[in-house]
């Protein structure tokens, strides 16, 4: 990959006229609707599925679901990827059950048909007893469109009509190149089986209006830029941005001086640690706190590359401290801060549109990692959630709704997702009607529907 280009301002993402979509209650709960979003969408787009760290040597394999079709994906001898459907093509049996592994060849349980990790179908019982002549050499597992990026992998279903997936990302592709995120590490990962919609989960992170109530306990009485977080809530401060490949940015201030004093105006934890690991004097501050948004950005660009942040290089000044959420179309939604990427993914249930995968996953940058011991545990969530430091990849933990919990701050939007898709089961609900900083929503909703008619934006099109 090419070195990335250092970027010290945030580049600019066109307009976008909206059509003023309502969003009726049935789009989260028909089968018809759907099915009709399953045909026209799911299986036209690049889907994010796999990571390439989990898959490191020839012959190593990965499986992830996506609505009603199973993924297999496999490292290839020439150290690419390649991505098939997990069934055998004798009789449809499902090559593998369980979420990785390695294999020499895939051999299916029915009847020990076996593929070779590119697709080749190597071996079957009494060849000889086809009319149709042996299989061997004529069958292969059916593939799909395969592609690596930011150390994941990702998959398209329409490998004839797609576009590539640096067309597909558009401006994502350059922001996300400069972070060196391949290289991050997984430090926890958790996964609901949840009863709600995917799209109720994109619809929430497509928005910061409910960050301050649901998360943050205000009320009709709050000023909502006073409430206590670390991160500026108020829509007039905050940048939003739509590209015309329908994904969407969302930059929120690194609001470090709310919530981080005493009374007599001191900074308390865990801005504190954060100044002092950073070599700034919290005294310096006193009174002051907003200050320190300024001085933390300084302090990592001179600083970082010595202490191995290398890619603090190539990030404008605001990704140093602001919050950057991203929701990528359709099911992907990421806060990339300068060293956390908060990693929220929703799939469809394979038959129910009530039910969804939620996927509430975190990875750390390298040098985050062996901070870990010299800033406290506090500090490092104000710098972007990262965990603690532990450099190896955390596995994953499943569970349905009610019998885990799914992390800090997300459980509380869990909660609302399920509510809320009761909600739109009602014959009262008639529709959204929608605040200038939820352009988002409609958005998505609209390139859906633009999908299941056929019509994909100019930016998916191959020409």
């Known amino acids: 990959?090419?070195?990335?280009?250092?970027?010290?301002?945030?580049?600019?993402?066109?307009?976008?006229?909206?059509?003023?979509?309502?969003?009726?209650?049935?789009?989260?709960?028909?089968?018809?609707?759907?099915?009709?979003?399953?045909?026209?969408?799911?299986?036209?787009?690049?889907?994010?599925?796999?990571?390439?760290?989990?898959?490191?040597?020839?012959?190593?394999?990965?499986?992830?679901?996506?609505?009603?079709?199973s993924i297999l994906m496999v490292r290839q001898a020439d150290g690419g990827v390649k991505a098939f459907y997990n069934v055998c093509q004798h009789r449809g049996n499902p090559l593998v059950d369980e979420a990785k592994g390695h294999v020499r060849r895939f051999v299916c349980k029915y009847h020990s048909w076996a593929f070779m990790p590119d697709g080749e179908l190597n071996f079957a019982p009494d060849k000889e007893d086809f009319p149709e002549g042996n299989p061997c050499?004529?069958?292969?597992?059916?593939?799909?469109?395969?592609?690596?990026?930011?150390?994941?992998?990702?998959?398209?279903?329409?490998?004839?009509?797609?576009?590539t997936l640096k067309e597909f990302l558009g401006p994502i592709w350059d922001d996300w190149t400069r972070m060196g995120i391949e290289d991050w590490v997984r430090t926890s990962a958790k996964t609901m089986n949840l009863p709600a919609n995917w799209k109720v989960i994109l619809d929430n992170f497509n928005e910061s209006y409910h960050v301050p109530t649901v998360h943050m306990g205000a009320s009709t009485e709050f000023d909502r830029r006073k409430v206590q977080g670390n991160i500026n809530t108020n829509f007039k401060e905050t940048r939003f941005d739509l590209s015309d490949e329908g994904h969407n940015r969302m930059v929120m201030e690194g609001g470090y001086g709310v919530g981080s004093t005493d009374k007599e105006g001191n900074i308390i934890e865990p801005l504190a640690s954060l100044l002092h690991y950073w070599e700034l004097d919290p005294a310096d501050f006193k009174g002051n706190p907003e200050a320190t948004r300024k001085a933390v950005q300084d302090a990592k660009r001179q600083l970082g590359p010595g202490r191995g942040y290398t890619h603090y290089a190539y990030v404008p000044d605001q990704q140093l401290t602001d919050a950057f959420h991203y929701t990528l179309f359709p099911n992907f939604a990421v806060s990339l801060w300068s060293d956390g990427f908060h990693f929220l993914r929703a799939r469809p249930h394979y038959e129910d549109p009530q039910q969804c995968v939620f996927d509430n996953w975190w990875y750390s940058s390298p040098a985050s990692l062996q901070s870990a011991d010299a800033m406290s545990a506090g500090?490092?969530?104000?710098?972007?959630?990262?965990?603690?430091?532990?450099?190896?990849?955390?596995?994953?933990?499943i569970f349905d709704y009610g019998e885990g919990w799914i992390g800090p701050g997300i459980d509380q939007d869990v909660e609302v997702f399920v509510k809320q898709q009761r909600g739109f089961r009602s014959r009262g609900f008639k529709g959204v009607y929608l605040a200038a900083q939820e352009h988002r929503i409609r958005r998505y909703h609209e390139l859906i529907d633009d999908y299941i008619e056929g019509n994909r934006p100019a930016a998916h099109s191959k020409q």
Request: charged share 35%; net charge negative; with cysteine.
């Open 137 to 163: 050499g004529k069958i292969r597992l059916e593939e799909l469109a395969c592609e690596t990026f930011a150390g994941f992998i990702w998959v398209n279903m329409d490998p004839e009509n797609c576009v």
């Open 1 to 69: 990959m090419a070195e990335p280009i250092p970027m010290r301002e945030i580049d600019t993402w066109p307009e976008q006229k909206l059509r003023g979509h309502r969003i009726q209650g049935s789009r989260y709960t028909s089968r018809e609707f759907a099915e009709a979003e399953w045909e026209g969408m799911w299986t036209k787009v690049w889907l994010l599925l796999g990571r390439e760290a989990e898959i490191p040597e020839p012959g190593d394999w990965q499986r992830e679901d996506v609505g009603r079709e």
């Open 379 to 397: 500090a490092r969530r104000m710098a972007g959630g990262l965990g603690g430091g532990n450099v190896e990849e955390a596995e994953q933990e």
